[in-house]
């Protein structure tokens, strides 16, 4: 079973920054896809930013220029940049791996940042 460990969650004013930090238990070269989903309350859970295999970078439309994935390894980055109240959410670290077929998701860490 994955587990994936998230940090760096946090209170921040509007428009600081913060980074998040993803450490999954798998095997590198079973990794598909890594990346970052957020659900604010109320909310549906939403993609954030994913990053493949094959270096392939989708961002939603609302955190684009702001926020920026990154990987290392069997870990996986958020930088997220010009923080606004809207991107309050728990954001969850997630994992597609090509064998066995799964999904993984990390249990959560909170963002919240004041106006």
């Known amino acids: 079973q994955v587990q994936l460990v998230e940090s760096g969650g946090g209170l921040v004013r509007t428009g600081g920054s913060l980074r998040l930090s993803c450490a999954a238990s798998?095997?590198?070269?079973?990794?598909?896809?890594m990346g970052w989903y957020r659900q604010g309350l109320g909310n549906q859970r939403e993609l954030v930013a994913t990053?493949?295999?094959?270096?392939t970078i989708n961002y939603s439309d609302s955190v684009k220029g702001r926020f920026t994935i990154s990987r290392d390894k069997a870990n996986v980055f958020l930088q997220m940049n010009n923080l606004k109240p809207e991107d309050t959410a728990v954001y969850y670290c997630?994992?597609?791996?090509?064998?066995?077929?799964?999904?993984?998701w990390g249990r959560g860490t909170q963002v919240t940042v004041s106006s």
């Open positions: 997630y994992v597609k791996r090509r064998f066995p077929t799964d999904e993984s």
């Open positions: 798998v095997s590198v070269f079973a990794i598909n896809t």
């Open positions: 990053l493949t295999v094959d270096g």
